[in-house]
């Protein structure tokens, strides 16, 4: 077929695809060919559960099948996950733990106490089950030029892009000179331990430390939390390695005083809720994505405050009822002013007008 | 007399409430919003996605019947099911969809705010005039613009000129090309009538609305007959039917929301100092219910309870009929009418509205229920 044909070809598909788009919408799309391949759709990612993986008692791996509009992920970074739950669609990000250029990936879940997604990942989810994902995000990665010396902190699920890069690290460069600092409560909490042990018997250059802040079992493991000192024990070129680190709010902040005194350069992800901090008559941030806008307000509500930033938001009761000022929050916390309800649900609806700000919120708007 | 005092002393069949007992009533109705929309959740979520099914089938089962619309019964039972797809696509599935009803559910699917209906009215446009514009300013004379569309007089409050001896032949119109003038509602085009607004105005704010006219015109009257072949007359004809039955049966059933014999208009003044206890009562005074069984329910899109709907427009309304009874005991503890009665009774008070109103009648001293 020569070039010419194939150009016509194409233009005649577009005249197709733009006549059944002007009859269908891509909502209909999905729901007809969602007849003989449920995991279609014209825009949505959507996955398939095609293997599991327990890797402790409470830590599940999961092996996803993307769509053909999955576009791929950087290591370390992570991937929204989204699952109907009783009729609402809840929304959690996941570290991907496998390496990018695979057929699927794979998430690794350590189910939290009162977790809602994470206990209904372990308990409802089963293998051909469809769930849909967001697209890859996240700033947690390796550099194009690999350091010549790397340092990861990971404390518990933490580990989870810690692994992924540690693997993409070694793959880039067999004889990468790594050392990961691993923290934990208890034996049980070292995830992916089994496969981080594999990967150092093959690259003599990779070093894993232990530390553990409850009972210690084996003499070569460190006792107790993060410091400068039990860091110079495993580690004590620090200061010459590129630092990685992540896990829940206190070892990120530890790690974060010692190198910052030290005048260190660090990258960090945090695992767990972002802080909850407004008291009455504080002021809270909101940032506006698609404007460009970050702007820090006590206006009780979020309409008052877009309005204040010289915003011209949509609106019109200015009373929660017609809906026309609703508007997507990405994150954060906010309050109902009318019901009271606390929303800390990434990517919900609010109506702006009767929804006040109690943590730092990003809005699209 | 105030505008307060006028707006509380209107139909006889309300007891006159003091501001307190207004709060407290409000605070009812706030309460019992909140105890229904605490167990929304698994079951209204099933219940849309079916909603949706259902449109979706029928409508593939209607074309499809049409296709062999050459045999009578295959035209009757296609033109009728696609009208009922039409229907309930406009009704129970899109009308709540866009209120918002369903936006708890997380679902790009069924965001209030980018949810499109099948018909060739825009949805952003939708969106302003019904639910910003109507639901805010309910029945309140010159704001909302649902009393009469701007073509229709409906009520003493309105002032009469000549071109309103037209009433039941524009009544008659509206009805039949209901989805089309629906489509025009947001241009305001009586407004050119009295010079204040240009036809330039208009043409620009058409664009949107052009477009979605061609596309859905390019829909039924185009493309589905031409697939058809040899057959695309009962297509054509069958489109065409299925359309108007959706268009007579929408007309019909919002035209008994506002207009029955005892709903009430009121005056731009009271927006002033309307609380929101005074908001509930003016929707309530300016709404009717129509009595039917439950599939009555579901193809008026829950309509039937126009006066839940206007308390609670952002409760799915499948929860309305079970809210219904609250509402009218607790009218009915504050002395306050609760408009409701079969669909003949209520549709035939709004034809003589229709009628009456096409005459010039003295415009009322107070602001007394037509």
């Given at each position: ?24 919408d891509s909502n209909?799309?999905d ?10 759709s014209v825009e949505r990612t959507k ?22 509009n999955?576009a ?6 992570f991937v929204p996950v989204r699952v109907d739950i009783k009729g609402t669609i809840h929304e959690r990000c ?22 809602l997604m ?13 769930v849909e994902l967001g697209a890859a995000g996240g700033d ?130 945090y695992?767990?809720l972002p802080p909850v901090a407004k008291t009455p008559g504080a002021s809270a941030e909101v940032v506006y994505l698609k404007s460009g806008m970050t702007v820090e307000t006590s206006e009780p509500t979020l309409l008052q405050a877009a309005e204040k930033a010289g915003l011209k938001p949509k609106f019109g009761c200015r009373m929660g009822v017609c809906n026309s000022c609703t508007c997507t929050k990405k994150e954060g916390v906010v309050r109902n002013v009318i019901s009271g309800d606390i929303d800390d649900t990434p990517n919900s609806l609010i109506r702006l007008c009767i929804s006040e700000p109690l943590s730092a919120v990003k809005l699209d708007m | ?29 706030d309460?019992?919003r909140q105890?229904v929309m605490d167990?929304v959740g698994e079951?209204e979520a099933?219940?849309i996605r079916?909603?949706q ?40 599935l899109g009308h709540n969809v866009m209120h918002g009803q369903y936006d708890w559910m997380n679902d790009p699917a069924f965001n209030g705010n980018t949810f499109d209906w099948?018909?060739?009215c825009t949805a952003d446009n939708w969106r302003h005039t019904h639910n910003y514009m109507h639901h805010t300013y309910t029945?309140?004379?010159?704001v ?42 947001s ?18 704010e058409?664009k949107p609305i052009?477009a979605k ?58 927006l002033?100092?309307?609380?929101r206890?005074?908001w509930?009562?003016?929707q ?25 709907h206007h308390l609670f427009p952002t409760v799915p309304a499948?929860r ?51």
């Amino acid at each position: 077929m020569n070039a010419n044909a194939s150009l016509s070809n194409s233009k005649s598909l577009n005249v197709v695809a733009a006549t059944f788009q002007k009859i269908f919408d891509s909502n209909w799309l999905d729901f007809a060919v969602g007849h003989v391949n449920p995991l279609f759709s014209v825009e949505r990612t959507k996955a398939r559960v095609v293997a599991f993986h327990q890797e402790t008692p409470d830590t599940l791996s999961i092996e996803l099948q993307p769509n053909q509009n999955w576009a791929g992920f950087q290591p370390g970074q992570f991937v929204p996950v989204r699952v109907d739950i009783k009729g609402t669609i809840h929304e959690r990000c996941y570290s991907i733990t496998s390496l990018p250029g695979a057929d699927t990936i794979r998430i690794t879940v350590k189910r939290q106490a009162g977790g809602l997604m994470s206990t209904w990942l372990h308990q409802h989810l089963v293998v051909g089950d469809i769930v849909e994902l967001g697209a890859a995000g996240g700033d947690f990665t390796l550099p194009a030029l690999l350091p010549e010396k790397l340092l990861f902190i990971a404390g518990g699920s933490g580990v989870t892009p810690v692994f992924s890069m540690i693997r993409e690290a070694l793959k880039r460069r067999a004889d990468a000179d790594i050392v990961l600092g691993f923290y934990a409560r208890n034996y049980a909490d070292f995830i992916l331990l089994d496969e981080l042990e594999a990967l150092r018997e093959k690259h003599a250059n990779f070093r894993i430390q232990l530390c553990i802040t409850g009972e210690r079992m084996f003499a070569e493991d460190l006792v107790g939390r993060f410091s400068g000192k039990q860091l110079k024990q495993y580690c004590a070129d620090f200061a010459d390695r590129a630092a990685f680190v992540c896990g829940p709010a206190g070892l990120i902040e530890a790690v974060v005083a010692h190198h910052d005194e030290a005048g260190l350069p660090l990258s960090k992800e945090y695992f767990g809720l972002p802080p909850v901090a407004k008291t009455p008559g504080a002021s809270a941030e909101v940032v506006y994505l698609k404007s460009g806008m970050t702007v820090e307000t006590s206006e009780p509500t979020l309409l008052q405050a877009a309005e204040k930033a010289g915003l011209k938001p949509k609106f019109g009761c200015r009373m929660g009822v017609c809906n026309s000022c609703t508007c997507t929050k990405k994150e954060g916390v906010v309050r109902n002013v009318i019901s009271g309800d606390i929303d800390d649900t990434p990517n919900s609806l609010i109506r702006l007008c009767i929804s006040e700000p109690l943590s730092a919120v990003k809005l699209d708007m | 007399m105030t505008a307060f005092e006028n707006l509380y002393k209107t139909s006889q069949k309300n007891r006159v409430l003091s501001p307190a007992e207004i709060d407290a009533f409000g605070a009812e109705l706030d309460a019992l919003r909140q105890s229904v929309m605490d167990s929304v959740g698994e079951r209204e979520a099933t219940y849309i996605r079916n909603v949706q099914k259902f449109v979706r089938y029928s409508e593939i089962g209607g074309r499809a019947l049409l296709m062999a619309g050459i045999f009578p019964p295959a035209w009757l039972l296609g033109a009728g099911l696609l009208g009922v797809s039409k229907i309930v696509d406009n009704m129970e599935l899109g009308h709540n969809v866009m209120h918002g009803q369903y936006d708890w559910m997380n679902d790009p699917a069924f965001n209030g705010n980018t949810f499109d209906w099948d018909t060739v009215c825009t949805a952003d446009n939708w969106r302003h005039t019904h639910n910003y514009m109507h639901h805010t300013y309910t029945n309140v004379q010159d704001v909302d613009h649902d009393i009469g569309y701007g073509v229709l007089r409906l009520f003493p409050e309105q002032e009469w000129s000549p071109r309103f001896l037209l009433n039941p032949i524009m009544a008659g119109f509206l009805a039949v090309t209901f989805q089309w003038t629906l489509a025009l509602q947001s241009l305001e085009l009586e407004k050119v009538l009295h010079g204040d607004k240009t036809w330039k105005q208009v043409r620009e704010e058409f664009k949107p609305i052009g477009a979605k006219m061609r596309s859905k015109f390019f829909k039924d009257y185009v493309f589905f007959p031409l697939i058809a072949g040899p057959f695309f007359l009962p297509v054509l004809t069958g489109n065409i039917a299925a359309n108007l039955i959706r268009n007579l049966w929408t007309f019909s059933i919002i035209f008994c929301g506002h207009f029955t014999e005892d709903a009430e208009t009121f005056p731009e003044d009271c927006l002033k100092t309307e609380t929101r206890g005074q908001w509930y009562l003016r929707q309530i005074r300016g709404s009717s219910n129509l009595e039917g069984g439950r599939w009555f329910d579901f193809m008026t899109g829950n309509l039937s309870y126009q006066i839940e709907h206007h308390l609670f427009p952002t409760v799915p309304a499948v929860r309305y009929k079970e809210m219904s009874v609250k509402v009218r005991e607790i009218c009915q503890r504050y002395g306050q009418h609760y408009n409701s009665g079969p669909f003949t009774k209520q549709f035939s008070t709004v034809l003589k509205r229709i009628f009456r109103y096409s005459l010039p009648t003295a415009k009322p001293t107070t602001l007394a229920a037509a």
